[in-house]
């Protein structure tokens, strides 16, 4: 059951991701009404793209294939740590930001990169439960 929410979760992260990418490739603008964070003088929301699609391929291969499920998840952590890490920054810099600044809510409430967090977050949450319950070694 985990892997199905795992699966879920990495899609609509993809998806949202790409949503956000996409608007910033083809218009220059960000989506949503939001300043754009950039990472390495590039949007981050592309390298949140790049993170989600490797955690929807590893969460396919988790779904639909039987073999090398103890690297699957082992990778499904560290990529879901590293989201976590890298939009975890951003969400403190807009915090910070606010700090001096005021709060402004976005279209969605929260800025996107929190909802990024909570999808990363999440991911990681649901690869440990199911590493748990299917008690896969990780060496």
Request: proline share 2%; net charge positive; aromatic share 18%.
């Amino acid at each position: 059951m985990h892997k199905y929410t795992i699966y879920t979760l990495a899609l609509l992260g993809t998806l949202f991701s790409g949503f956000l990418s996409g608007v910033k490739f083809f218009t220059n603008t960000c989506a949503l009404g939001e300043t754009c964070p950039l990472f390495f003088g590039k949007p981050a929301c592309y390298f949140g793209f790049g993170l989600f699609l490797i955690l929807f391929i590893l969460s396919n291969i988790l779904v639909f294939r039987k073999a090398g499920q103890e690297k699957v998840t082992l990778t499904l952590i560290v990529v879901s740590i590293l989201g976590i890490l890298f939009a975890g920054r951003f969400v403190v810099d807009e915090i910070l930001q606010w700090s001096q600044t005021g709060f402004e809510w976005s279209a969605l409430g929260l800025p996107t990169c929190a909802y990024g967090l909570i999808f990363y977050m999440l991911v990681l949450v649901f690869v440990l439960r199911y590493r748990k319950a299917s008690q896969v070694v990780v060496v």
